[in-house]
């Protein structure tokens, strides 16, 4: 059983670039969590989504960020016109049911901005 | 809003000592308590989660303990071993939220533990 896939590791983007960040769970996983970790910053949520729905994205910048987990295919981080701050480890995690205490977490994506 | 702090912020010792790493979280008002480990390029693993009901859980050399009105947990790292040098976060899950999934995280402690 194959543990929460992410891709790709690292990704290079100049300023302006879009970054797209792809999240596949654990199987029989339903529910996804993005976290953000900015240099010298802990882990930051921002996102919780099910299949086709997002439940909370409180901790999404307003502008230039979305995401999506689609019926088929993994969750999508989407990143319109990158900025150098936005250079961090994305790192997704999953859980079979929102009251699920225990989460799996992803090998995270690097972004750098140039 | 909750905030999480971990000191200290970075811990080296020799192999074999007995450690504790601490946590502080502001409001007391959470779900569960948990510690993950953090490897350099990889995912992070769940190793200790503690709820809000209990007050401490054990798995092999790793004790954890929680005191809810305190706003406090130890992690307590007997017979330290180099393949424990890893960076250590606590994390809480707040009561009441849209899931459990949703945590607040510390900025961590960074252990070296060396032969």
């Known amino acids: 059983n194959a543990g929460v896939m992410q891709n790709p590791r690292h990704l290079v983007r100049r300023r302006g670039q879009e970054a797209r960040l792809r999240c596949s769970p654990m199987?029989?996983?339903?529910?996804v969590y993005w976290y953000r970790q900015l240099p010298e910053e802990g882990l930051k949520f921002m996102v919780y989504?099910?299949?086709?729905?997002?439940?909370?994205e409180s901790g999404m910048p307003k502008e230039r960020f979305s995401a999506e987990f689609p019926k088929e295919g993994p969750s999508i981080l989407r990143i319109q016109q990158v900025v150098r701050g936005d250079s961090a480890a994305y790192f997704c995690a999953s859980s079979p049911g929102r009251q699920s205490e225990k989460l799996f977490f992803g090998s995270g994506t690097q972004l750098s901005v140039l | 809003k909750q905030e999480v702090t971990q000191i200290p912020a970075a811990l080296s010792v020799p192999e074999g000592e007995n450690l504790v790493l601490n946590c502080s979280f502001t409001d007391s008002a959470i779900y569960n308590l948990q510690w993950f480990r953090q490897d350099p390029g990889k995912g992070l693993t769940s190793l200790l989660l503690i709820q809000s009901s209990q007050r401490e859980q054990t798995s092999g050399r790793l004790n954890a303990s929680l005191d809810k009105s305190s706003g406090r947990s130890t992690l307590y790292i007997a017979a330290s071993q180099p393949g424990d040098s890893a960076t250590y976060l606590c994390a809480v899950s707040g009561a009441g939220g849209t899931s459990y999934g949703k945590l607040t995280f510390g900025q961590g402690t960074i252990l070296t533990v060396h032969p």
């Open positions: 199987k029989g996983h339903s529910h």
């Open positions: 989504l099910q299949k086709e729905n997002i439940i909370d």
